[in-house]
């Protein structure tokens, strides 16, 4: 979409308008505030039958299924918590030293002993084994249902969308379907974390085979490959190394879901551990538990992805299969030695809680400490950031504006500024960049005056499907107008506006702070490297534990909600914008240099918007990134979709949970289907590709 | 053009009528499966305009045993898919491809297996090796598939990375390798199960000029150990002339001309063909007997040369003497006179001579 003046403007302005009228109308019209009650189409009611129908008939298979899945579960279980602790620490050393050298060996050391003294090791083994069955049948089944799709163009056309609606679709909404499936018991831990982990071994299978080039497949042939052959010894050897970044991600994915799972409780896990201690408002056992998965998750993921950067480098696999023969020896040597050990020294076997060393009192101690000498300074940034930027956004100056708040009443020619001021500004946004840029300056004045969830429902309805239609093509359009019409009909449109304005603001913040921070980045190397590991650490980080800090703080509300998203959110922001900047083709840069840009010049004229499609993307993962957190946040009490969710998950209402988790993940589809096209639309006017 | 190789006339591999369509029903256009229609050129056109790609329009040619043959075109002429139908890597849509005798197209797939087992090797532009196999085991890939141990595999293996010269590379990977090395592992490779035919497809297009120069020699050098028969694809005009016993030019799926080289030099049928030869240095191109023509008179008192003398290094004796020199074929006979002015004519062919430059 250039400048200038074509039919879409006129479009857009007719828009405006017709919402602006809608608006006038809200008083004298009922139904376009709420959608008639009567009207609602009971959805939820009929899940809910239906799943009943599924206990009572067909309950008994997956009872069976649950039964014997329970197995495989108890072994692991028993093994792990039956091993001394030196034992298993020592095997996990081995394979961190494998994967990636001495420094990760230390630093897996450093965290099992971390957890052994904390006192949280069986809690920690609990979690484990978990993962180490869920992990296996997660990649078994991503792996060949990847297959299936990379040889049947219709079978990737059924699986992709179930993938996508896997990934979006909140945990919390279909946990309460196993759960009234299978049982109470692990197994339902088990069972939504290989659902959720299986999908990116999929992807990563496809884009694996995909990528082998034609010509290395070609030659296999010509050296008389049959099919058999030409699968395991050419294709799938090829993509190891994106194979096994499937099998990091699927192991990630695993992990935080069975931390998730273990809201529905009895799992004595670690995940358990924290979410006990936050509700019991013991903040610093919390940490303490948290920090356990933390460490837990950085080693998973640093010994599977330093395996997937090895497969790489062929050099240092010479004679692989001595030193293979060599490491089994030493695996098998070291834990019987360990096991002999820790009969005589019994420390090494189990930790005695006596000894058990544990700062969490005095983090309590000096947290309240805390808070009750800032109490002031706490209380506000608060009362800021509600006052002026939360309330206004979700009711509106209209509504938000009082002598209470604002520190005045919002008289007639108060809004007769801000209407000539916004309408001023539109007006120079559309003479000095397009009208476009003036139309969003309006839409925003309107939403920020009368406020979100003040709109009338067929205005925005209106205003979502046709900026969807512009932007991706009719299809998109339409689907934008349907999806959005399912929450209408269900509802659940006066919740779904409470997410979607929680969840805006917060990918606002971090966009705009993500940006600024990846632009500094790009150019200074100093800030990149201090940025890599806290970003690193951030994404690695089980999303509950990252809510522990700000809860810690700012208590249970909105505010922490949306610093919780916000911390969040920033790492894809940040990471794009620098990725983007500064793998920015050398050509231009230096035929600009050449024309003499200024360093300014340069950035915003010629870095910013040759880097902007990469940047969408990231504004797409910080959308997407935000809303999966959005949904963890309904634990430190928000009134949007996800707190629908949560509470149908608590009060067993499977239908009620099921419906909102479905609007979130339409609402997130949308979202990324709209900055998908939008980041295309730019790649192809600028004629580059970003992978 | 001196003779690389004394290929024989016995055909080893032949195309007849080979044509390969992309597109939704290929198959529509022909009625029979060998290929042979009236008008190619009108089917052709007819094909492209009803949505389809032709690829490959009504090929035939004969590969001799022991003879390079040289496929040459621009990109997107058809010359990459036409060996590929050879190789069946792609399934051609009408036509008939004989190894021996035999229609490769008949063959069962475990016969073609068989086939690309014993009878075919390739090469291919970007090497096409297995990242995960170091030089050896690329090697030996082909014997591995075969199901032959792995002494006796790395036992042959060894002998080709000697024909190759990579001897003391065998536990590289080949991102460890050069270009050039990764190419040497490529030819070995497809050497690795001694073949009859042998297809290299552009296989020194990716390599620098110096490197490819030296692989040409290399190439030759090779094939003059091993006399293999060869189909042999590449863009460069050069390069064809280098290696080519004769050649083929293609151009938008049909081949346009084939001969020897010098052939094609002396009379292109076209301006397509005489495009390509216009920067050809002619006279390391042309021989003594190339310009020769029937003597009108005695030649004892002429030097003599032999037949297969490049003119560049006749250039210096024809400017000393006018009469010319003799030029006699390898059984003594003479073939004919060359003096200055044939090849001042020979030279001119090739060139865009202005008459109107001339004033009288």
């Not at chain 1, 920015?584 to 230096?590: D, K, T």
């Not at chain 1, 928000?638 to 239908?655: C, M, R």
């Not at chain 2, 036509?95 to 073609?112: P, Q, R, T």
């Not at chain 2, 060869?230 to 083929?248: N, S």
Request: aromatic content about 10%; some cysteine; proline content about 4%.
């Amino acid at each position: 979409m250039g400048g200038g003046f074509d039919r879409g403007v006129f479009h857009w302005f007719a828009i405006v308008l017709i919402t602006l009228g809608l608006i006038m109308a809200q008083p004298h019209v009922d139904w376009l505030t709420a959608y008639p009650k009567d009207m609602i189409v009971p959805f939820a009611d009929w899940l809910n039958a239906i799943m009943d129908w599924l206990v009572t008939h067909v309950g008994w298979l997956f009872m069976g299924v649950s039964w014997l899945l329970e197995w495989p579960i108890k072994g692991v279980r028993v093994v792990l918590q039956a091993l001394p602790w030196s034992v298993t620490a020592f095997l996990f050393c081995l394979v961190a030293y494998i994967a990636s050298g001495w420094r990760l060996a230390l630093f897996t050391l450093a965290s099992c002993l971390y957890m052994v003294i904390i006192g949280y090791w069986p809690e920690s083994m609990n979690t484990l084994s978990l993962v180490a069955i869920s992990v296996p049948m997660a990649l078994l089944f991503g792996f060949g249902l990847g297959v299936w799709a990379f040889y049947s163009r219709r079978a990737e056309r059924a699986i992709m969308p179930m993938l996508d609606i896997l990934q979006t679709v909140p945990a919390f909404a279909y946990l309460l379907l196993i759960l009234m499936l299978f049982g109470f018991g692990t197994v339902v831990g088990l069972i939504a974390s290989v659902l959720y982990s299986f999908p990116p071994m999929v992807r990563n299978t496809i884009v694996g085979l995909r990528r082998v080039p034609a010509e290395v497949i070609e030659s296999g042939l010509m050296s008389g490959a049959t099919g058999q052959q030409l699968f395991w010894q050419v294709r799938v050897p090829s993509s190891k190394r994106q194979l096994l970044l499937g099998i990091n991600q699927a192991t990630m994915a695993s992990l935080s879901m069975v931390i998730i799972a273990s809201i529905i409780g009895g799992t004595a896990d670690i995940g358990w551990e924290v979410l006990s201690q936050i509700r019991k408002a013991q903040f610093g056992e919390s940490l303490l538990a948290g920090l356990v998965i933390a460490l837990m998750a950085m080693v998973i993921d640093r010994v599977t992805s330093g395996l997937a950067t090895q497969s790489g480098d062929y050099e240092n696999r010479k004679g692989a299969q001595s030193q293979g023969w060599r490491r089994l020896v030493i695996a098998v040597g070291g834990a019987v030695a360990f096991y002999a050990l820790a009969k005589l020294i019994p420390v090494l076997e189990i930790w005695p809680r006596d000894m058990e060393f544990s700062p969490a009192r005095s983090m309590n101690e000096s947290l309240t400490y805390l808070i009750v000498n800032f109490r002031k300074e706490i209380e506000a940034i608060k009362t800021l950031a509600f006052f002026f930027v939360m309330l206004p956004t979700k009711i509106g100056l209209q509504g938000s504006v009082s002598p209470f708040t604002w520190g005045f009443e919002l008289q007639t020619w108060h809004s007769l500024v801000y209407a000539g001021g916004m309408t001023l500004i539109g007006a120079l946004c559309a003479y000095r960049f397009n009208a476009y840029v003036a139309i969003f300056v309006l839409l925003f004045a309107i939403f920020f005056y009368f406020g979100l969830t003040k709109m009338p429902w067929p205005a925005l309805l209106l205003i979502y499907s046709f900026a969807a239609w512009r932007i991706g093509g009719l299809r998109l359009g339409l689907g934008t107008f349907l999806g959005l019409g399912f929450i209408v009909v269900t509802g659940i449109w006066p919740e779904a506006m409470l997410s979607v304005y929680l969840c805006s603001i917060a990918v606002i913040i971090s966009f705009i702070l993500g940006a600024g921070l990846g632009i500094w980045a790009a150019g200074n190397a100093t800030v990149s490297a201090i940025l890599r590991p806290i970003n690193d650490t951030l994404q690695t980080m089980p999303l509950f534990v990252i809510l522990i800090p700000f809860v810690m703080i700012f208590k249970i509300g909105e505010f922490t909600a949306l610093l919780a998203i916000i911390a969040y959110a920033i790492v894809p922001a940040i990471r794009y914008t620098e990725h983007g900047l500064r793998n920015l083709s050398e050509g231009v840069i230096e035929a600009a240099e050449m024309m003499g840009c200024t360093k300014r010049q340069m950035l915003w004229s010629v870095k910013i918007p040759l880097a902007l499609p990469v940047m969408m993307l990231g504004l797409n993962q910080t959308i997407m990134y935000g809303i999966a957190m959005l949904v963890i946040a309904a634990l430190v009490g928000t009134n949007g979709l996800e707190q629908v969710v949560y509470i149908g998950l608590s009060d067993g209402n499977f239908g009620v949970g099921l419906i909102a988790g479905m609007a979130l993940a339409i609402i997130a589809m949308i979202a990324d289907r709209m900055t998908q096209a939008w980041s295309r639309n730019r790649q192809s006017d600028l004629d580059i590709s970003v992978t | 053009m001196t003779s690389k190789a004394t290929a024989s006339t016995d055909v080893k591999l032949s195309c007849r009528n080979v044509w390969k369509i992309y597109g939704d029903a290929p198959a529509q256009f022909f009625d029979a499966g060998n290929g042979v229609v009236d008008a190619p050129q009108t089917l052709a056109e007819t094909i492209s305009s009803s949505d389809h790609i032709v690829a490959n329009a009504d090929v035939s040619f004969d590969v001799h045993v022991g003879e390079i043959f040289v496929i040459m075109g621009l990109s997107g002429s058809g010359k990459s898919t036409i060996v590929r139908c050879i190789s069946r890597l792609v399934e051609p849509t009408a036509g008939e491809i004989l190894l021996d005798g035999e229609d490769v197209l008949k063959k069962s797939d475990a016969e073609l297996i068989d086939i690309r087992r014993h009878k075919m090797g390739m090469v291919f532009q970007s090497f096409g090796l297995m990242p995960h196999l170091n030089v050896i085991e690329n090697i030996a890939f082909p014997l591995k598939l075969q199901g032959i141990g792995e002494r006796e595999r790395y036992a042959q293996a060894e002998r080709v990375i000697e024909l190759v010269g990579l001897q003391g590379r065998e536990s590289n990977f080949p991102n460890e390798l050069s270009g050039g090395q990764q190419q040497r592992v490529g030819i070995a490779r497809s050497l690795a199960v001694e073949p009859e035919v042998w297809l290299l497809d552009e296989p020194f297009s990716a390599l620098d000029p110096l490197i490819r120069k030296k692989m040409q020699d290399e190439f030759l050098r090779i094939q003059s150990v091993l006399h293999k028969s060869i189909v042999f694809i590449t863009h460069d005009f050069q390069e064809a002339l280098r290696v080519a016993d004769r050649m083929a030019i293609m151009r938008d799926g049909a081949i346009v001309q084939v001969g020897r080289p010098v052939d094609l030099i002396l009379n292109p049928v076209d301006d397509y063909v005489r495009e390509f030869t216009r920067d050809v240095p002619w006279e390391s191109v042309l021989c003594a007997a190339d310009v020769a023509e029937a003597a009108d008179g005695p030649v004892s008192g002429l030097g003599r040369v032999a037949a297969d003398t490049p003119i560049d290094s006749l250039l210096g004796y024809l400017g000393d003497h006018a009469d010319g020199v003799a030029v006699e074929a390898a059984d003594g006979s003479v073939i004919g006179v060359a003096r200055a002015a044939n090849v001042v004519k020979a030279l001119a062919t090739g060139s865009d001579a202005d008459p109107a430059d001339v004033r009288r």
